[in-house]
């Protein structure tokens, strides 16, 4: 384990939050309101969106799940027993002290009410891209932009709800810390 898995769990909560996200999928929501409120024309983008771009949701929602739950385990300070110098303690201080510094780090930190947070945020998300599934499953065939233009709040509700989820994982730690 050790700083590996530290660092990956980093890399994959950077590329979620950032990459996948805010760069890529709240854009897309805010341009798809636009499309909504008929402050821009773009025919390609509107198919692209229905079939294509809102439906990343749904692996996107698996990933920063994973996020979540693996957060405790993968950047514990006890991960830090796995690497030097503290890898160099006696067998015996290894079956006990790393149980007690991840007992403190999770008080101190408030790590399961973070994580708690961040699942909720999740569920959130989840629950309005699914009223959305919902609403355009009623529509079929016709789930053009000006069809569900008078769904505007559930889209501008999803995207509220993916900003929140944004900032929720903004407050977790980029670095194992015993803080």
Known sequence: MSDVSSLAWQKRRAAFNHDLLKNRYLIALSKWLNL?????????????????????????????FNIAIDFEKQMSPAILFDAQPLSNCTAFTKTWLPFVVHELWLERCDVRSK?????????????????????????MPD?????????????????????????????????????
Not at 38 to 62: N, Q, T, V
Not at 120 to 135: F, P, V
Not at 147 to 173: G, I, M, S, W
Request: aromatic share 8%; proline share 2%.
């Open 36 to 64: 909504l409120n008929g402050e821009i024309e773009d025919a390609r983008f509107e198919k692209l969106f229905i079939s294509s771009l809102l439906p990343m949701w749904e692996d996107a929602r698996k990933e920063v």
């Open 115 to 139: 994580v708690e947070d961040l699942l909720q945020k999740i569920d959130a998300a989840d629950a309005s891209y699914k009223l959305i599934q919902s609403l355009l499953q009623s529509l």
């Open 143 to 179: 789930t053009s932009a000006q069809t569900l233009q008078v769904h505007y709040q559930a889209f501008n509700n999803f995207r509220e709800d993916c900003t929140e989820l944004a900032k929720c994982l903004e407050h977790f730690p980029d670095e194992v810390n015993i803080a």
